[in-house]
């Protein structure tokens, strides 16, 4: 006969097996997690994607590449849109710094930190060591500039890894959907040019008011002024306003006094169109701009309105 010590010992072995072997089932790796999620959002979606050998990756070709062979030491633009596969997280303004690279090929990520200046970090060697990501589908499979690819990736190939970043909103194994536009610095010029006339035409103003100058930026002068002529070496009291091309407006000022020699280039181009009490809108390419480098967004194309209130060299001149 079994004492009931015994019993009690034996009943709380097989809870014990039996516990161990849920949690043996229950438990799902990082690579299956990925997995199961990517193939169900390509099935919920009916994507036409092809896998990356074992990377665990798909892409879709969009848009073949017609510029320059992609090296990891190259510089190129890149403009991308990226979301969660579940949605939560969505980043999609192509105009935001989120959304822009202008950098070495061998630091893209896809998301902060990235770039040369996370590359002089050591905290980060190893990450661009690896021949991995979203800079491996963009020199093996897109493998030209001017082209476009779209890639589901999974969370662990992800800078952030499985665990998510709170700071950015992302979410713990949140495998993610890209798109990724690699522009060609020769396509540069001709890219802005049709940037800046859908920008003009979006906000409803017609095109044909705006005249161009030889370094692509188009201007509308809506009153010449009649004040004395502004010169490249004048200093002016303006009132202007510097517009995002997403509509954000990132400066603005009633009452503002610059010299215009120290100013970006389209200022310099544009301004000295005008007299005293003029007023001008113009839109600029990054070249004229703050570069393809950029201030804070690489590349961007910038929109400008401003009014002529005094110009200060013309009182020193009498």
């Keep these: 006969m079994i004492s009931p010590l015994k019993k009690l010992a034996v009943g ?60 990891y030491t190259g510089r190129y633009p890149i403009v ?47 990450i661009f060591e690896r021949d991995e990501g979203l800079k491996h589908i963009l020199r093996n499979v897109l493998q030209k500039a001017d082209g476009k690819v779209r890639v589901l990736i999974p969370s662990r190939l992800l800078n952030y890894g499985p665990n998510g970043n709170d700071d950015l909103g992302i979410p713990p194994n949140a495998s993610m959907d890209y798109v990724l536009h690699v522009i060609d610095s020769a396509s540069m010029p001709a890219y802005e040019d049709a940037s800046i006339r859908k920008r003009i035409e979006a906000l409803g103003l017609n095109l044909e008011e705006y005249e161009t100058t030889e370094s692509g930026i188009y201007y509308h002068i809506s009153e010449q002024g009649t004040g004395d002529p502004i010169t490249v070496d004048s200093t002016v009291t303006v009132a202007y306003a510097l517009t995002l091309f997403n509509g954000n407006d990132i400066e603005r000022s009633d009452s503002a006094s610059f010299a215009l020699t120290g100013l970006i280039p389209a200022w310099r181009e544009v301004v000295p169109k005008l007299n005293k009490g003029g007023e001008v809108r113009f839109f600029s390419p990054s070249k004229s701009a703050y570069g393809y480098a950029g201030g804070n967004i690489p590349f961007s194309p910038l929109e400008f309105s401003i009014t002529v209130r005094d110009d200060s060299s013309s009182d020193e001149d009498e």
């Design 12 to 71: 709380c072995l097989l809870v014990l097996t039996v516990f161990a072997a849920c949690n043996k089932q229950e438990y799902q790796s990082v690579e299956a997690l990925d997995a199961q999620n990517i193939e169900a959002y390509i099935q919920a979606n009916n994507l036409n994607v092809q896998p990356l050998g074992n990377t665990g990756m798909y892409y879709q070709v969009v848009e073949e590449g017609k510029g320059a062979e992609l090296d």
């Design 80 to 126: 991308y849109t990226v979301k969660s596969l579940d949605g939560s997280y969505n980043v999609a303004d192509t105009f935001s710094a989120s959304n822009r690279y202008m950098d070495y090929l061998g630091y893209f990520l896809g998301s902060s930190p990235q770039g040369s200046s996370a590359a002089a970090s050591p905290n980060y060697q190893e």
